[in-house]
């Protein structure tokens, strides 16, 4: 769920104990030096003169009005901005603005700020940007973290307390997502004005954002010059684009990377990225049979998840039963047992809950069809292809009718979520942080009054309730990672194997094509984390 | 002259006031309550009694249909379509804003389109049943079936994709209109020609051609000069059409071309059901289409062969 | 540019209206058919499509939906004659299904349109007065539109599906049946056999079911024909765009859609159904043009 995300890791603990499995640990500061999934390896190249990058990407889903603006931030990371800490593409959390930190208690982290760092337009960065930037989030409801207004107090110069509104212990970790970036205080966040390593040069929505090269970076002046993002909505352009030669970066669908041919190489990322259906469990008006959990059982037994990693994507992804990457939720991983494809099951699990079959096959009971809406759009429908039709067939054979809603972009399927029409909601999404808790925690809590927007909608369609409450707390309270795994693998093992609330399906594998050209592009496994500066072209 | 497009628009302003009633009457096919989704648009997932209410009111929506029809074409006149459920920007603005790149797409096509159609339909006419008679007519018929859709892809592939001279999407340089405007000009330009080819045929039999070639002019000055200048009419007709369906957006060219059109514009609207921007492009298209017919009505005045030939032979 | 091709037809073939109402010449009608020799490729066509989609479900080798992921992409085999798509499902199957959906579709909405717009211009016609001027009106404002933005609009609002397309369709096409019928009726009125029969004290559902429909309709039934492609392209468009058929529905329109991911690996799924849409909407148009050229020798010209 690339929500807005949060990055949390355990708590005061900064050395980068939660791990995702598959990556290696990288070196606690700086840009990633190995070029992972790069045609070239260390040997010299020589570089091409003109260092212009093009790069294919989605939909365009910034938001442009004045005081939610989140131009070049999120959920495409142009990286014009910089947050006070970072996430590795191995999960850890790093030094950004912030080159040191300190818990507080009971709930305060204190940042030391880098020296030296100037906006794009010269002026240097201080304290009171990182206050204008979270009072900012603040007056647009508090963001994942819970800030208010008086959240974020300079200590000095370069020095900032931030303490989130209720006990969160978590907040370091949120504070890498792109969302809280640190925009130059009093500015016109329509205009960008950051201090990473790119500066924005032209935004025209829906078409492209094109950003320069910003040779004050602090961490070093960026190789390439300018790179040109183009908005291109449909996944097969895209790639018809990348055959093309005219984009040099392309994602493309699990479902083609085999079938694919031309002058750029493959690259996987290992698992960060998940797929998984929620089954809406308080829908109303035509949109309840969530309710019944014979019938969520049923679905989740109904699907053959081997097939669908092996065969429907290819093998580009592995399976999961946990949705969380099992390295995050560590050695408690394995307590969540999960659920595999048991047709007889499925069926006795409907006909035990008095779901006889109709003479379509379809089952019915008390006059009513077991006929339900899965919606496919999160974030986009392309990355899930050939999927929901493929999971259509096989609810229908256990006798459950399902159709099929695409929307078009996110925007879209969270207005449906919010508006709650639909059972099964299918997305693929990516831990966007270390902290275990950071998807249930988002997706699954009970919704707060006065809580972040996109929680809520989740929580007003699935949220399991008290018991589950009771886990996140404590997620957000615990100081030891232990603790927090643990916590996490709880609220997981209730929604996975008691409510059957979450099908995980598979651990998915973000795909880039790639030009030969490109050098030191090092995909990383949360989509809006992806870094840029490090990019290089060859001749 | 200025008499007759006086006439033509006062008969326009009771169809125009027609478009205006099935738009405003498309939202009431709308499933849901607008009041919530503008609510939800402005970021309240779940709006309070009070506030669906106050903003019903507010909107005029707790008046009966005659009354709110009147205030959304009162807005509508003074230029405001409401607001987008998804974006929150003003439809009308957004339309606007989108209209120029769907236009020029549309006048290339068209023009192209013409180039390519009226000088084969004219030889296919002056060359009946020869070869390029036959080619032209295959050629035609062939143009008129096969889906665009299929057809933007097999451009794609051959000019993009294998000889790499063009691009695939976008609209960010003067050669990305290129290939939409291509697959759009091949199917105006296969039923113009027949058009032009039929036109033209019928015009060489009239009567009055023959005693134009009787007076003793050339036979190439007949065609060009008479027969031409009366399927002018036809073709100007059938032009119009054209143009005015893809003034109305080339909705699937663009979407497969990530242009960003009216066409493509509504097609995303559609899908996230934002009804306002339908609404608004129903009234938008309707009334640029008829502006584009009152001028290809104004145009006849000019063509009008007899008035001409008449002229001329005084 | 799909959808306005059906009224581009039917445009070009109003122009010619005036001369097709003669119904003298019908008796040799299907006499020059045949002797028309694209007007009867046309036939075959059609009447081969027709074919397949009325057996469909006797000579489809497989079940069209069945989704077998372990023979995916395959190629085209003993067992599937022409390979499966994405999710294994055999291409030939959902093409001669597909058949069955679009000729079922669009020949279901070519009978609504003439059925309202031949019904409602008869009536506006005969009867004229205020019932003919509020109609007509409602004409002018459907002929505003091009047939096929109206019909996405319609279709978009009320959700996505091939009823919706229809709908969409249908309630903007019968416009141009309805102007044309009318002017049809009005020029008959006042011939010689309605006279007649009024003469004799035939009542006015009399007039217009015995004496004037069998007249008039015919030349509508030759604009119907030349409809049938234009509709064909209109709603697999739409089914391309996501507003028709709905998966699993074996649509071409929607098949093609599916299949553009694979254009290079496996170009039969994009192949296929483009094809299949041409040929059916070659044959509905080369059949169009024989029926007019039948109908009325003058203009075979």
Known sequence: MALQPVIRRSAAVLAGVLVAAACGAQPPSGPAASPAGTAAGTAKVELATTQELMVATAADGYRNDATRTNIGMYPLNANIFDTLVTLSPDYQVMPGLATQWEFRAPNTYRFTLRPGVKFHDGTAFTAKDVVWSIQRIAKQGGGTIGVSDTSAVAVGDLMVDITPKAPNLRALQQLVHPSWSIAKAESDTTKAMGTGPFKLTEYVKAERIVVAANDDYWAGKPTLRKI??????????????????????????????????????????????YEAMYINIHGKQGYDLGKDPAIRQAIAYAIDKKVVVESVWQGNAEISQTMIPAGILGPEASRISGTNRDVAKAKKLLDDAGWRAGADGIREKAGR?????????????????????????????????????????????????????????????????????????????????????????????????????AAIKRCRESTSTADVQKAATDAMKLLVDEQFIVVPLAGTYRINGISKKVLDFVVHQAGVHQRWETVKLSK | ??????????????????????????????????????????????????????????????????????????????????????????????????????????????????????????????????????????????????????????????????????????????????????????GAAASLTRLTRSAMLEELFQDYVRTARSKGLRERAVVVTHALRNALIAIVTITGIRLAALLGGAVIVETIFAWPGIGKYVVDSIFSRDYPTIQGFVLFTGTVVLLVNLAVDVSYVWLDPRVRLGEKSR | MIGTKSRDTLAESITDAHALAPASARPGVFRALLAHRTG????????????????????????????????????????????????????????????RLSLGTAGLAAVLILTIGVGLGMVAGFYGGLLDDLLMRIVDVLLAFPALILALAIAGVLGPSITSVMIGIVAVAWADYARVMRGQVLSARERQYVEAARAIGAGNTRILARHLLPNVLPPILVLASLEMGGLILAI??????????????????AMLNDGRAFIAAAPQLMIYPGLSISIVVVGFNLLGDGLRDAFDPHLRI
């Not at chain 1, 256990?398 to 099964?424: F, N, Q």
């Not at chain 3, 697999?236 to 329109?253: D, I, V």
């Open chain 1, 228 to 273: 040109t993002f183009r908005f291109l909505p449909d996944a097969n352009t895209r790639v018809l684009a990348l055959q093309a030669g005219e984009v040099q970066i392309s994602d493309i669908p699990k479902e083609s990377a085999k079938t694919l041919t031309g002058d750029f190489s493959v690259s996987r990322s290992k698992v960060g990225a």
């Open chain 1, 369 to 469: 069809k077991l006929s339900l809406t899965m919606v496919v759009g999160f974030p986009n429908a392309d990355v899930h292809k050939p999927m929901p039709e493929f999971a259509q067939a096989q609810f229908k054979e256990i006798g459950i009718d399902v159709k099929i809603v695409i929307t078009p972009d996110t925007a879209t399927y969270e207005k449906r979520l919010a508006s709650g029409e639909g059972d099964i909601w299918v997305e693929a999404g990516s831990q966007n942080d270390a902290n275990p808790c950071f998807l249930p925690d988002l997706l699954f809590a009970s919704p707060r009054p006065g809580g972040d927007e996109e929680a809520n909608m989740y929580g007003n369609s699935f949220a399991p309730g008290a018991t589950f409450d």
């Open chain 2, 1 to 186: 002259m200025l008499r007759y497009i006086a006439r033509r628009l006062a008969y326009l302003i009771p169809v125009w006031l027609g478009i205006s009633i099935l738009a405003f009457a498309l939202a009431l096919l709308a499933p849901g309550d607008p009041v919530r989704q503008i609510l939800q648009a402005g970021g309240i997932d779940a709006p309070s009694a009070e506030q669906v209410i106050a903003l019903r009111r507010e909107l005029g929506l707790d008046q009966p249909g005659p009354v709110r029809f009147a205030i959304w074409l009162g807005n509508a006149v003074r230029g405001d379509l409401g607001r987008s459920y998804s974006t929150g920007e003003p439809v009308l603005q957004s339309l606007i804003d989108r209209f120029p790149r769907t236009a020029v797409l549309a006048l290339l096509a068209v023009s192209l389109g013409l180039v390519i159609a009226v000088p084969l339909g004219i030889v296919s006419a002056l060359f009946r049943d020869s070869v390029v008679d036959q080619i032209a007519r295959l050629g035609a018929l062939v143009g008129a079936s096969i889906p665009s859709f299929w057809l933007a892809y097999l451009l794609i592939l051959f000019f993009a994709v294998q000889l790499r001279i063009l691009p695939v999407a976008g609209a960010s340089e003067p050669r990305h209109i290129v290939l939409p405007a291509l697959t759009l000009a091949i």
């Open chain 3, 40 to 99: 009867v490729a046309g036939l075959v066509i059609v009447a081969g499509v027709a074919l397949i989609a009325i057996a469909a479900p006797l000579i489809a080798p497989d079940d069209p939906t069945r989704v077998d992921a372990l023979r995916r992409l395959a190629p085209p085999s003993a067992e599937t004659l022409l390979g499966t798509d994405n999710l294994g499902r055999d291409i030939l199957s959902r093409l001669i299904w597909g058949a």
């Open chain 3, 236 to 253: 697999s468009g739409l089914s391309f765009l996501g507003l028709g058929a709905q998966p699993p529905t074996p649509e071409w329109g």
